[in-house]
């Protein structure tokens, strides 16, 4: 079975087209971190750059790693970006970084692909050093809530399943270094068609999921008039999204589990 970075790879040409609310998403979490200057900044998921255009306009900074699953979308953001920065291909789950080396921690859209959150987060706080800020945008379980009623119903294409506001409001309070507060954004997009959303979905990478299965004609036209008739208004077909914002400081030396 194929993994996330093959899918992002080939929506290296077409993200930045298609990732409408992944821009706005990026947008809004850039606004929320604070000006200044950060020695190393270190950004979880880069992609398309969405976050880090806005961000090396707003910060100074003396290292910028970018980091991403996508060898092509790394590749993209080398030929854009300064001697200031450096390129990783890695996981979140497998970042080559020495503890404490980061001062600001930046992802968006992206840590919701961490299929055990609960053993990388704290991971994550170690690479940073005391006082250090982080800022994350992720995906909550009530995204594509329409695509996930539709597939059960058809029987056609199945969604990553995506974990609540609750486990990561329960999993970052059970970290004792940090400090943080959080806020949860639900935003609606519209598309002409059913056709125009799934497009839009596999244009932009986030189509994976490991329960890829067969469907046929016949459950994929079953599956557009379910979606039309139960997610639709006067604009067109809609998809949900749920995004939960996450603000905060380390403010002590992680303890080891």
């Known amino acids: 079975m194929k993994g996330i970075g093959f899918y992002f790879d080939k929506a290296v040409n077409t993200y930045e087209k298609a990732g409408n609310i992944q821009k706005k998403v990026a947008i809004k979490l850039a606004q929320s971190v604070k000006e200044g200057f950060y020695p190393t ?10 976050i880090t255009d806005l961000l090396i306009k707003k910060i100074s900074y003396n290292r910028y790693i970018n980091i991403d699953i996508s060898y092509e979308f790394l590749k993209r953001l080398k030929s854009r970006f300064n001697e200031k920065s450096l390129f990783i291909n890695a996981k979140a789950e497998q970042l080559p970084l020495k ?17 055990e ?4 987060f704290n991971k994550l706080f170690n690479l940073m050093e005391v006082n250090g800020r982080f800022y994350f945008s992720i995906f909550l379980s009530g995204s594509l ?14 969604v990553f399943p ?19 507060q959080f806020s949860i954004e ?6 002409p068609t059913v056709k125009d959303f799934l497009l839009s979905h596999k244009l932009t990478g986030t189509n994976f999921t ?4 067969f469907s046929g004609k016949e459950s994929y036209a079953k599956f557009c008039t379910i979606y039309k008739e139960m ?18 400081q380390k403010v002590s030396p992680c303890l080891q589990y």
């Open 231 to 248: 997610f639709s208004n006067h604009e067109g077909v809609y998809a949900t999204y749920e995004v939960l914002f996450i603000e905060g």
């Open 162 to 180: 995506l974990k609540s506001s609750q486990f990561y409001i329960d999993l970052l309070n059970s970290i004792n270094c940090i400090k943080w």
């Open 117 to 120: 959150p609960e053993r990388v």
């Open 210 to 213: 490991k329960n890829k299965k």
């Open 99 to 115: 503890e404490g080396i980061a001062n600001l921690i930046v992802s968006s859209s992206s840590l919701h692909w961490i299929e």
């Open 186 to 191: 639900i935003y609606r997009e519209i598309f």
């Open 145 to 158: 809530a329409e695509l996930k009623k539709a597939s059960e119903i058809s029987n056609f294409g199945s």
């Open 41 to 50: 900044v270190v950004e979880i998921g880069s992609g398309k750059g969405f």
